[in-house]
């Protein structure tokens, strides 16, 4: 992209934007005829006084944090992809750069190329941002839009993504969500200006989905995505990323394959959304790019350091049992008589109230029972789960869902 | 916006923003209690050594261009809303704001709080924009949505658009889309770095659309929206804003009500939709507030008019009769034979083909035949109209509209 779009890039940064070294693991690689110098040895860059900006984009905790750390020591200002990081440390990184008067920017770090970042610190910074709802991972994105375009398995799809390369050989960063747990950190400690600290934030990953419940959210009018959701309200902040049955009104429903998109609502804004590919090296380019050239006018006009916006407060996070959500529930029971009466009373009973029901015979005197909730507190629907769990007809809970209108 | 969110506002600008003095045309209307000092002389707020930056939301070329000269002369920054004055003479008041070391914001001048500007300017712009297609006016995507969802005529929603506040007493710049076009010459010299005035973007207004036109166009799966586009390729401009049949599979098509949207296409980032409320007082004050925020960290850092991305390249402009396009056409004809044939025959002559055709029986002997056509370079489209006009049995040329997929 540097190469590629050099005149535009130094016509709108100021300054011509070069690299000079690049580390790299493998010197023997073959690369293209235009590739800079290459290097097994950061110290090659890190203590070279001619290099302005580092750019990291090898990912992971370490090396990355003491390589970051060591760039900012020596007055060089950092370009990072690294939402695990940021998401873990970003928070001692910008103060550590706040205090050198050095840039530590990250767009690339959250839905690559979307100007999600640069959005929240800057534009829509004089906003409170009430809620965050995205779809921030593509990788599960692309697994679940199989899974409702060919009512595949997940085991299949998972595969299958993992020989495209929409999944990595060990995938559980992205299946079980730890990838959108980094992000929506990011993206709450900006939008509420606050400390959200991964571990914060509640978890749960995508394997357990089945086949059967794509079908019961496609005949009721919902879609399965793996949403983040950060709230901000009376001042304690709910974040949590794990499967959904979204609602059709809901745009994020819509949002398919490898793209990612995040719904905003700021009280004077309204309702935002930013929508796009969320992952690749020419989005993630695209970000790096964007971030090289806010430095170079930086440089530019003799203002790196500017302020951001996140001036990170301490709030409490809710857990997640007190949160408020519509569920959906499949169970498996033997038909006899006062069986779905008592079933149902085990919602009543623990102030859940019922939506919408779907009951299919199964083989052998059985039921397949689909319940839909109101909204309800987590604690009590959970408390719902345990009573129908000891319910002598039920013979398997098949699986339940968080439900997002 | 200023009051309510104050704290949060100082903290991330870096300084406290206080209103001094509004210029207002009547001194007697009755204002809220913490209503700012007010006065009908401009000149109060222009010769002002204590004000440093106007803000400007009051429309229209004049008086607010030689307001906002004048604050710059005088070494005030400038934030705007005002598409018109920025569409026109925006390159100019830039330039002397560049000059003098000024900022001059106005991401309030398209779609409001929807930081499409900022995102253009900054993150995206390292990228070559090849497209843009937006929703960029509330007031005719309202009317046209109702439209469809009420299969109401155009008159009476305008009017009832008029009693609700959606569209101006003079509906005149919304609906003839003179407002989309400054909007369009904004985001068109942005995205494409060049100088596109509002007089050279084509322009169409909605009137001429009817029921009848949006009952086909639910039949053949699209939806009649305004749209506003800007394209280059080849080093050539394309810019229009006119009504279009949207193709259901783009996002466009959904995006309803006084709601805008932005679809992008950049080269690295990709596609990308920005998506929001448009237009209002809080969805405005919310961009008005970004630039001043900006402004007021630039003022902590020292780095008043930093580079923007308006280097205004002069680049030749596409005539519309150039430009390619599917086409609707819904005419009355007689029913005779070789009527049909005949018609289809003005198609191929003048080397547009079909790509769909409904015919419906009408009383008297006549047919409604609704054409689409694939695409077409309209020239091609405005000949076969020609021919069709002097076939002998065509009662009425109805409605033709464009067709964007």
């Given at each position: 992209?540097?190469?590629?779009?050099?005149?535009?890039?130094?016509?709108?940064?100021?300054?011509?934007?070069?690299?000079?070294?690049?580390?790299?693991?493998?010197?023997?690689?073959?690369?293209?005829?235009?590739?800079?110098?290459?290097?097994?040895?950061?110290?090659?860059?890190?203590?070279?006084?001619?290099?302005?900006?580092?750019?990291?984009v090898?990912g992971?905790?370490?090396?990355?944090?003491?390589?970051?750390?060591?760039?900012?020591?020596?007055?060089?200002?950092?370009?990072?992809a690294n939402k695990e990081?940021m998401a873990?440390?970003?928070?001692?990184?910008?103060?550590?750069?706040?205090?050198?008067?050095?840039?530590?920017?990250f767009e690339a770090a959250v839905c690559a190329g979307i100007p999600v970042i640069q959005s929240l610190?800057?534009?829509?910074?004089?906003?409170?941002?009430?809620?965050i709802m995205g779809i921030v991972n593509g990788t599960t994105n692309y697994i679940l839009t199989r899974?409702?375009?060919?009512?595949?398995?997940?085991?299949?799809?998972?595969?299958?993504a993992?020989?495209k390369g929409f999944a990595e050989?060990?995938p559980?960063a992205d299946v079980?969500n730890f990838d959108a747990q980094s992000k929506l950190?990011i993206l709450?400690?900006?939008?509420?200006?606050?400390?959200?600290?991964?571990?914060?934030?509640?978890?749960?990953?995508i394997?357990?989905?089945?086949?059967?419940?794509?079908?019961?959210?496609?005949?009721?009018?919902?879609?399965?995505k793996s949403v983040a959701?950060?709230?901000?309200?009376?001042?304690?902040?709910?974040?949590?990323v794990?499967?959904?049955?979204?609602?059709?009104?809901?745009p994020l429903s819509k949002v398919d394959g490898p793209n990612n998109a995040v719904l905003l609502?700021?009280?004077?804004?309204?309702?935002?959304m930013l929508f796009g590919s969320g992952a690749g090296k020419d989005a993630t380019a695209s970000a790096v790019?964007g971030?090289?050239?806010?430095?170079?006018?930086?440089?530019?006009?003799?203002?790196?350091?500017?302020?951001?916006?996140?001036?990170?407060?301490?709030?409490?996070?809710?857990?997640?049992?007190?949160?408020?959500?519509?569920?959906?529930?499949?169970?498996?029971?033997?038909?006899?008589?006062?069986?779905?009466?008592?079933?149902?009373?085990?919602?009543?009973?623990?102030?859940?109230?019922?939506?919408?029901?779907?009951?299919?015979?199964?083989?052998?005197?059985?039921?397949?029972?689909?319940?839909?909730?109101?909204?309800?507190?987590?604690?009590?629907?959970?408390?719902?789960?345990?009573?129908?769990?000891?319910?002598?007809?039920?013979?398997?809970?098949?699986?339940?869902?968080?439900?997002?209108?």
């Open positions: 992209m540097l190469t590629a779009n050099a005149d535009i890039i130094s016509a709108r940064g100021g300054t011509t934007i070069e690299i000079t070294r690049c580390l790299v693991q493998d010197m023997q690689k073959a690369r293209p005829a235009h590739a800079p110098s290459i290097t097994k040895r950061a110290e090659d860059i890190l203590a070279d006084p001619d290099i302005e900006v580092v750019v990291e090898m992971g905790v370490e090396p990355a944090w003491t390589y970051i750390a060591r760039a900012l020591d020596s007055g060089k200002h950092v370009v990072t990081l873990r440390h970003g928070r001692e990184l910008l103060k550590s750069a706040e205090d050198k008067g050095l840039d530590l920017l610190k800057n534009q829509l910074s004089g906003n409170r941002v009430r809620s899974m409702h375009a060919d009512r595949a398995e997940y085991n299949e799809v998972l595969a299958e993992q020989e050989a060990d559980t079980e950190a709450c400690g900006l939008a509420f200006a606050c400390a959200v600290r991964p571990e914060d934030i509640y978890r749960q990953g394997g357990h989905i089945e086949t059967t419940d794509i079908e019961y959210a496609e005949l009721l009018g919902y879609r399965v959701i950060g709230r901000q309200e009376d001042g304690k902040i709910e974040a949590r794990h499967p959904a049955m979204v609602s059709l009104a809901n609502q700021g009280d004077f804004v309204g309702d935002l790019v971030d090289l050239i806010e430095i170079a006018r930086n440089r530019h006009s003799g203002a790196h350091g500017r302020i951001g916006s996140t001036n990170f407060e301490e709030k409490p996070i809710q857990d997640v049992s007190d949160s408020l959500n519509r569920y959906y529930l499949r169970v498996t029971s033997e038909d006899r008589p006062r069986a779905l009466g008592q079933i149902a009373l085990a919602f009543g009973d623990n102030d859940v109230s019922l939506s919408a029901l779907e009951m299919h015979e199964l083989p052998e005197s059985r039921s397949e029972l689909v319940f839909l909730t109101h909204q309800a507190c987590e604690a009590n629907f959970m408390a719902t789960l345990d009573a129908i769990r000891e319910l002598p007809m039920i013979e398997k809970l098949d699986n339940w869902i968080r439900v997002v209108s």
